[in-house]
């Protein structure tokens, strides 16, 4: 199986709204990622979560909150979002942190804020 | 500080015809590279990656990649395209850093007419 799930595959959230995105893998992989993707342009990482503790923060704002409970899974907290937050986003794995092994990409959640 | 430029946002090309992205980097360390396919409102798809055990690439779907390291180039080819080909193709470049981070380069959109 090498398969990484995302839910929601929509949302549209206002403002003041909180949310979350979730992501999960069973394919036993220790590393994990949060990328956003704008239209018509390449993902740009966001962060990094490397045996389940945060190890890259790309100086993304606090209004959004990245977890990881346990190895298989890790949420995207999303609190007083802008309309340029609106986007795709994007989870993937890799087996562990280094740069040998490929990362493997969930389909995404599709976020509009309005 | 590796980079990846992609030559052609856009390539079009006939059905049957033979394809060829262009992808160009910038390591200062044998790097690992990776092409990758997205689908409209999907995520991304591992076609095939470098590691250095062999400078031609096989991957999936029929697609093949060189690795020239005098010309640090990684061009991704298929000899005979199909119309499921019609995506976006993103080459990427990963080494000498902490958390796999990969760097991507800007996207070409393959288009393929009957």
């Known amino acids: 199986d090498t398969e990484v799930t995302q839910t929601p595959k929509h949302l549209v959230m206002g403002m003041t709204n909180k949310k979350s995105l979730k992501c999960e893998q069973h394919?036993?992989?220790?590393?994990m990622y949060w990328y956003k993707q704008k239209a018509k342009k390449p993902p740009e990482l966001m962060f990094v979560?490397?045996?389940?503790?945060?190890?890259i923060n790309e100086s993304v704002p606090s209004r959004f909150s990245p977890e990881c409970p346990n190895s298989s899974l890790l949420n995207l907290h999303l609190h007083a979002l802008q309309p340029e937050d609106s986007a795709l986003y994007l989870c993937?794995?890799?087996?562990?942190?280094?740069?040998?092994?490929?990362?493997?990409f969930g389909p995404g959640t599709r976020l509009t804020v309005t | 500080a590796q980079s990846v430029t992609q030559l052609g946002s856009h390539v079009s090309v006939s059905e049957g015809a033979l394809v060829l992205l262009r992808c160009n980097y910038s390591s200062s360390v044998p790097p690992y590279l990776f092409w990758y396919v997205q689908y409209p409102n999907q995520g991304l798809q591992l076609l095939l990656k470098?590691?250095?055990?062999?400078?031609l690439v096989k991957g999936i779907n029929g697609f093949e990649a060189e690795f020239k390291k005098s010309e640090t180039s990684f061009h991704l080819t298929k000899p005979s395209a199909h119309m499921s080909d019609a995506a976006e193709y993103f080459c990427a470049v990963s080494g000498n850093n902490a958390g796999n981070m990969l760097t991507f380069g800007g996207g070409t959109r393959l288009m393929v007419k009957p």
């Open positions: 470098y590691t250095s055990a062999a400078t």
């Open positions: 394919m036993g992989h220790r590393a």
């Open positions: 979560y490397s045996y389940e503790k945060l190890s």
């Open positions: 993937a794995s890799s087996q562990t942190p280094w740069e040998f092994y490929e990362q493997y």
